[in-house]
């Protein structure tokens, strides 16, 4: 069985600083994990994915998260946060059509 | 547009009154999926489909039921909702085959109060 967290419930940073929204796995398999943002009255869009391959994975936005076997994590990163970065993001682990999803953080950017 | 559409968006309805809540897409996915949003509970996945005729159960099955009787629709069905059914419901697709995953598109989400 695969479980994902999220320990921030929420997350706040001033635009222009680096902003990190963490999230740890745990899978019994190969890892396959995603990174999705949900805005206001809005449905869940994809922002980046590790399947296999570079640790460093590059994602929509100028978002990024590294892949850490070690540590069983999967962090968000982006160096400049911006103002409308401000939303719900939520981890995903994928295990052979079984998906799981974090419980989500709220990262607030302000000005 | 390549989309997943859900429909209705809203839905208020009483304890014990079936209802269905359709999802399309076309984007020729084979694998489609369920899941329910509540408030600090992030989204929990109610049933997958991997393919045609092919369904199989999420964390939270319980009181649901989907068919996938064409690729491009899974119809979600509530055969007697509880107001603990109550929630925010997205259905999503995938070009996912087998194990190998894949990327999930959601369509805009189903607002259901059940009184």
């Known amino acids: 069985a695969q479980s994902v967290a999220q320990p921030e419930d929420q997350v706040n940073v001033a635009e222009g600083n680096p902003l990190t929204v963490k999230c740890t796995y745990s899978v019994s398999g190969n890892p396959y994990l995603f990174w999705y943002v949900q805005y206001p009255n809005r449905g869940l869009q994809f922002l980046l994915k590790?399947?296999?391959?570079?640790?460093l994975v590059k994602g929509s936005y100028g978002f990024e998260a590294e892949f850490n076997k070690s540590q069983t994590s999967f962090h968000l990163k982006k160096p400049s946060a911006l103002v409308s970065d401000s939303a719900l993001y939520f981890c995903a682990g994928w295990d052979a059509g079984k998906s799981t999803f974090g419980d989500g953080t709220t990262l607030t950017v302000k000005p | 547009e390549a989309q997943v559409t859900q429909n209705p968006r809203y839905l208020i309805t009483v304890t014990g009154k079936k209802l269905t809540v359709t999802c399309s897409q076309n984007m020729n996915h084979e694998y489609m999926s369920w899941y329910r949003q509540d408030p600090g509970l992030g989204l929990r996945q109610i049933y997958y489909?991997?393919?045609?005729?092919?369904?199989d159960k999420g964390d939270v099955p319980e009181g649901y039921k989907v068919s996938r009787k064409e690729k491009r629709n899974f119809p979600l069905i509530l055969e007697s909702p509880s107001p603990n059914q109550t929630s925010l419901y997205f259905c999503?697709?995938?070009?996912?085959?087998?194990?190998?995953?894949?990327?999930?598109?959601f369509g805009p989400g189903t607002r259901l109060t059940v009184l």
């Open positions: 999503a697709s995938s070009f996912a085959v087998g194990t190998e995953a894949d990327t999930q598109y």
């Open positions: 489909s991997m393919n045609v005729e092919v369904t």
């Open positions: 590790y399947i296999t391959g570079d640790n």
